[in-house]
């Protein structure tokens, strides 16, 4: 919480550069990337929304951590941005929660600027760290490195072959087959859209509504009671031991996450 918060005062240019108005043109005509605020300070959250959304940004928020993760499970937002002292569960453990599925860019601004401070919050998870006051250029400017970032490792970083427990199984993308020791996994349609829309992001949390939107679409039969009947399909097809799943995880709260272990 930070009482009589403001903006540092040389906080902001009184005009946008041309280059900041096209990403803004671009964002309003693309789909907009989402961020998450958590932060229990009204003032602080309306302001740094206010903020974000007149760069184009969707902003979602949240007032404690718990409301935060939940948040995050519902909107899967591009970037979280999250203050340290919050009621219910601060935000050092809503870093290490995230941390446990998702590779989110998470900003962390507080009050709590020391060297020492920052140093925890970075090898918490974080991967950036912002001390109040702030000027407003330099959090976007922040904001869009992170984001820039996520990009780039995004599609540097996504393989088209996935093999997993040590080569024990094979997810080929490109040639869209599963490998189990070798052997030809056969998998029916929905099974293997399922599967591949989950691979598609290894060690990430994929949303039950996603799941569900990707493989079902408009059809009846896409309840998340059949999307858990089909998660069971496949673990007793790709997994070792399926009522243990090594690779096929279930992320309490969110979804399912093919393991990039």
């Not at 970032?149 to 427990?165: D, F, K, M, Q």
């Amino acid at each position: 919480m930070t009482p009589g918060w403001r903006w540092r005062s040389s906080s902001r240019c009184t005009s946008r550069s041309s280059a900041s108005k096209r990403l803004i043109r671009t964002r309003r005509k693309q789909m907009p990337e989402k961020i998450l605020i958590v932060e229990d300070s009204q003032a602080m959250r309306r302001s740094v929304a206010r903020l974000l959304e007149s760069e184009a940004y969707q902003v979602f928020e949240a007032a404690d951590g718990e409301d935060g993760l939940a948040q995050f499970a519902r909107h899967l937002p591009d970037l979280v941005i999250l203050d340290i002292n919050m009621p219910r569960m601060n935000g050092l453990e809503v870093v290490q929660r995230l941390r446990e599925f998702s590779g989110v860019p998470i900003l962390i601004l507080s009050v709590r600027a020391a060297e020492m401070d920052r140093v925890v919050g970075l090898d918490t998870g974080a991967d950036d760290y912002l001390g109040k006051p702030f000027g407003a250029d330099e959090l976007l400017a922040r904001v869009r490195a992170l984001l820039r970032r996520r990009v780039h490792e995004s599609l540097s970083a996504r393989p088209n072959v996935l093999r997993l427990g040590g080569g024990h199984l094979i997810v080929d993308l490109v040639k869209h087959r599963v490998l189990r020791d070798g052997q030809l996994v056969r998998l029916t349609p929905i099974e293997s859209k399922l599967l591949f829309t989950l691979a598609q992001q290894p060690g990430q949390a994929v949303t039950h509504d996603h799941l569900l939107d990707t493989v079902w679409g408009d059809d009846s039969a896409g309840t998340t009671q059949n999307l858990k009947l089909y998660i069971l399909y496949l673990r007793r097809k790709i997994e070792p031991e399926p009522e243990q799943p090594r690779y096929l995880v279930t992320v309490r709260g969110v979804g399912y996450m093919l393991s990039a272990l």
